[in-house]
Antibody, heavy 126, light 107 residues
Framework: EVQLVETGGGLIQPGGSLRLSCIAS????????MTWVRQAPGKGLEWVAV???????YYADSVNGRFTISRDNSKNTLYLQMNSLRAEDTAVYYC????????????????????WGKGTTVTVSS | DTQMTQSPSSLSASVGDRVTITCRAS??????LNWYQQKPGKAPELLIYAASSLQSGVPSRFSGSGSGTDFTLTINNLQPEDFATYYCQQSYSTPRTFGQGTKVEMK
């Protein structure tokens, strides 16, 4: 069974740091595009960061320079290191596999998040 | 960044109804458009990718259409388990932005 399990959430003071983990089973993290998505309380989904199979990384403007996405291939685990946390970073954080589909008519492959974890809650508050 | 705008933000419907949700991109994204369903307290689930391809295991009452900037998610014969929030997401460029969501509520 393909499964993603997020851990590491909790209550943290503004300005603090936290590292989230996403342990994968049934899929190989290093062979896939892996993404972090968050959802603030009562709000919609916000794309946060992606790491490509080739290890390139991209971030939302809202977290660029503060968050770092990475992976440990030996542990088959995805991470999100979050520094300089702010109240507006309070959210449920989901990891997801960004599956690769066929190549579309613009020459790019289709990507879609087909496997999600249950999420871990981060609360930034004093 | 490509902005995604969904309408309506919420709607009321009854079991058996046909429901249509629209999603508009701020620039052309061809058909690099995905739809997700999210129920309260749960992770999102993929419904449709590449604008109109049904994810495995998703009931055929769900369908998607569109290309360029305008897209539609249609739910035929709405079932009790379909009351949820629906999100579109573009996968044409990074950041892979989501729409703000459409909540489908029971009338």
């Amino acid at each position: 069974e393909v499964q993603l399990v997020e851990t590491g959430g909790g209550l943290i003071q503004p300005g603090g740091s936290l590292r989230l983990s996403c342990i994968a089973s049934g899929l190989t993290v290093s062979s896939n595009y892996m993404t972090w998505v968050r959802q603030a309380p009562g709000k919609g989904l916000e794309w946060v960061a992606v790491i490509y199979s080739g290890a390139s990384t991209y971030y939302a403007d809202s977290v660029n320079g503060r968050f770092t996405i990475s992976r440990d291939n030996s542990k088959n685990t995805l991470y999100l290191q979050m520094n300089s946390l702010r109240a507006e970073d309070t959210a449920v954080y989901y990891c997801a596999r960004d599956a690769k589909g066929e190549r579309g008519n613009r020459g790019y492959y289709y990507y879609y998040m087909d496997v999600w974890g249950k999420g871990t809650t981060v609360t930034v508050s004093s | 960044d490509t902005q995604m705008t969904q309408s309506p933000s919420s709607l009321s419907a009854s079991v058996g109804d046909r429901v249509t949700i629209t999603c508009r991109a701020s620039q052309s994204i061809s058909n690099y458009l995905n739809w997700y369903q999210q129920k309260p307290g749960k992770a999102p689930e993929l419904l449709i990718y590449a604008a109109s391809s049904l994810q495995s295991g998703v009931p055929s009452r769900f369908s998607g259409s569109g290309s360029g900037t305008d897209f539609t998610l249609t739910i035929n014969n709405l079932q009790p388990e379909d009351f949820a929030t629906y999100y579109c997401q573009q996968s044409y460029s990074t950041p892979r932005t989501f729409g703000q969501g459409t909540k489908v509520e029971m009338k």
